[in-house]
């Protein structure tokens, strides 16, 4: 299924940002209850330090991972250094159907293609930002706007206000990253207060993964039912 799909689908969505762009996440991932798996390029990943590959680098394993689950791919095209307009399109070719990227890096030509476009806010966000991203084009937001500094930190009820203005303004269905240490139990708040689904990433899944399935599971257990 493609992204623009589940996002026409009335369900609640987990997307898991997998600590290493490796087959072996991927399925351990989409075995364990993922909607979507998400890969990363020419980025250093703030929380692993894990510097990741380029487009290159992945291609091979991005069709690997087609041809044996043909599920919902995402990817992160790079910050600072950034992908270029063609390996979008080639990205688009291969089976990945959504990007996601900082707006603050977002070069204009990542408009130009028929990936589904998660556009992400930051810390430094202004709150009239959010309503000016579907005009942008945006499909749908992360709502990535906790300090660096706070993360794996608990969540609050004052993130909880900062999360519902981004949603009001928005008009659109908006992700939380787990940049907080969110726990399953904490979900139903989350959703209550308006996210269409999560984004959990290493600070919650770990990088082990035998941990990793286990924790990816616990999140989609609780997203079912």
């Given at each position: 299924m493609i992204f623009s799909q589940l996002l026409k689908s009335e369900r609640k969505l987990l997307i898991v940002s997998l600590p290493d762009n490796t087959f072996e996440f991927a399925r351990a991932a989409l075995e364990n209850g993922a909607d979507a798996v998400k890969l990363h390029v020419n980025v250093k990943h703030r929380v692993t330090g894990k510097l990741h590959a380029t487009w290159d680098g992945i291609r091979e394993t991005v069709g690997r991972i087609k041809s044996e689950?043909?599920?919902?791919?995402?990817i992160v095209p790079g910050a600072e250094n950034m992908s270029g307009a063609g390996e979008i399109e080639e990205m688009e070719k291969s089976g990945i159907s959504f990007f996601d990227v900082y707006v603050d890096y977002?070069?204009?030509?990542?408009?130009r293609n028929g990936m589904s476009k998660m556009l992400a806010l930051n810390y430094t966000y202004d709150p009239s930002m959010a309503g000016n991203l579907k005009s942008l084009g945006a499909d749908c937001v992360e709502v990535?706007?906790?300090?660096?500094?706070?993360?794996?930190?608990?969540?609050?009820l004052m993130d909880l206000l900062r999360y519902r203005e981004v949603i009001e303004r928005a008009g659109l269905p908006c992700f939380l990253p787990t940049q907080k240490k969110v726990m399953p139990e904490e979900v139903k708040e989350l959703f209550e207060i308006?996210?269409?689904?999560?984004?959990?990433?290493?600070?919650?899944?770990?990088?082990?993964?035998?941990?990793?399935s286990s924790v990816v599971k616990s999140f989609s257990e609780?997203?079912?039912y």
């Open positions: 689950f043909d599920p919902c791919m995402g977002a070069p204009l030509y990542l408009l990535s706007t906790v300090n660096p500094e706070k993360y794996g930190s608990p969540l609050t308006g996210f269409r689904g999560l984004i959990i990433g290493p600070i919650v899944t770990g990088t082990d993964i035998k941990s990793f609780v997203i079912r």
